[in-house]
């Protein structure tokens, strides 16, 4: 039963922005050396193939160094005798002259995928099963993209693997529906399922996603394992697939990548700010990259910066959001209390929430009290 290493979507090359310099610089040469660790995988299980199913680096022309580093952590599979197929992604598009794939098309190891539209691109007989590979590589002006794709060669015997980088969309879209631009490349589900495949190996969403497809088959984002930030924390581990006549069954093996979250932390809870952020600080490790949303009604006064500048040793790199939906009414009288812009503003603010017709008006209020209160914070 062949075995395969099931990579999309590393960004090699992605380097954070908003962050201090060695915060970002740190990040970068984690991810950079994600393709080490997954080759490092690769070996350890023993797989027959690795597919890569797209955006391996964050940019078409990624710079000379990163470029030779990848090459020589590819040649490690090919030279332990694994079979390696690459699909260009839309981050390092194959459309562009310059597209490190036309570049490096003569030394690449493996197979790296150049047309435009679903065809066969290798017959292989691993683990003593004949697999066939269908792919394509977006190329902007060629690739059809203003509907769904659902012309795919049907297969007939074997195991069929699909390997794309694009949007895997249901049966009941329609024509003309959005798709968030040509080179999200949608796919049709009914398509795959129809075309027979046994695994369709898929890049570009970062969420990792098992899809069934009709007919048996299983269609897989990995994920973006490490993730880029808390608003698109990825996935912690590495897809490995047992693929088999009978159909395709998928194994996570961990991987060593930093805890990268959003987590919401309700300030009705703590009697104070020093408890809140004693909370905050024990959430954190040196690695971890997080994002805290205060939720719940503020019952004693939160700057956020302040707040996320108090714990941020306690984190690789910390941000707070206030997304409280109320205040305690005992926290807005003391203000209103105050003969300050502060007090003047909490005083008018409160009268149009207790003028407010519905509930949608005093939540529009509420925010409003929330954003001012934050701006004015200097002036209490």
């Known amino acids: ?8 979507d590393l960004h090699l090359g992605w380097t954070p922005r908003g962050l201090p310099g060695d915060v970002a610089a740190s990040v970068r040469r984690r991810r950079d050396a994600l393709l080490g660790q997954a080759v490092d995988v690769a070996l350890t299980e023993r797989v027959d193939l690795v597919v890569i199913a797209g955006d391996l680096f964050e940019s078409y022309q990624p710079e000379p160094a990163l470029a030779a580093a990848t090459l020589g952590q590819l040649r490690r ?11 260009p992604g839309n981050h390092d598009e194959l459309t562009y002259a310059r597209s490190i794939y036309r570049r490096e098309a003569a030394n690449w190891p493996g197979v790296v995928v150049t047309r435009p539209d679903p065809g066969p691109v290798a017959d292989l007989r691993l683990a003593g099963e004949t697999v066939r590979v269908t792919a394509l590589a977006y190329v902007g002006g060629v690739t059809p993209t203003l509907a769904p794709l659902r012309s795919f060669p049907r297969e007939a015997g074997g195991i069929g693997l699909g390997v794309f980088h694009g949007t895997l969309v249901g049966p009941n879209v329609r024509p003309g529906d959005p798709f968030g631009g040509g080179r999200s490349l949608p796919l049709d589900q009914s398509a795959l399922g129809d075309a027979g495949f046994t695994y369709v190996a898929l890049g570009h969403l970062h969420v990792p996603q098992e899809v069934p497809l009709a007919g048996g088959g299983l269609a897989v984002y990995p994920g973006c394992v490490g993730g880029k930030g808390p608003g698109d924390a990825g996935a912690a581990h590495w897809t490995l697939v047992e693929l088999g006549t009978g159909g395709a069954r998928t194994r996570r093996i961990t991987a060593d990548v930093a805890p990268v979250w959003t987590r919401a932390v309700d300030v009705g809870t703590f009697d104070d700010v020093d408890a809140l952020a004693g909370h905050i600080r024990g959430l954190g490790t040196a690695t971890t990259w997080a994002r805290v949303r205060l939720v719940g009604a503020l019952a004693f006064e939160v700057d956020p910066a302040a707040l996320a500048e108090r714990v941020g040793d306690a ?4 941000e707070v959001e206030d997304a409280t939906t109320s205040i305690a009414p005992e926290l807005l009288d003391r203000w209103a209390a105050q003969p300050t812009v502060r007090g003047e503003f909490v005083r008018r603010l409160r009268a149009r929430l207790e003028a407010a017709d519905d509930e949608r008006e005093r939540a529009v209020v509420t925010r409003a009290l929330r954003r001012g209160l934050h701006a004015l914070a200097g002036d209490a």
């Open 77 to 87: 599979l090919t030279s332990a005798g694994i079979t390696l197929i690459t699909v």
């Open 315 to 318: 984190f690789l790199h910390v």
């Open 1 to 8: 039963m062949p075995r395969l290493l099931h990579l999309a």
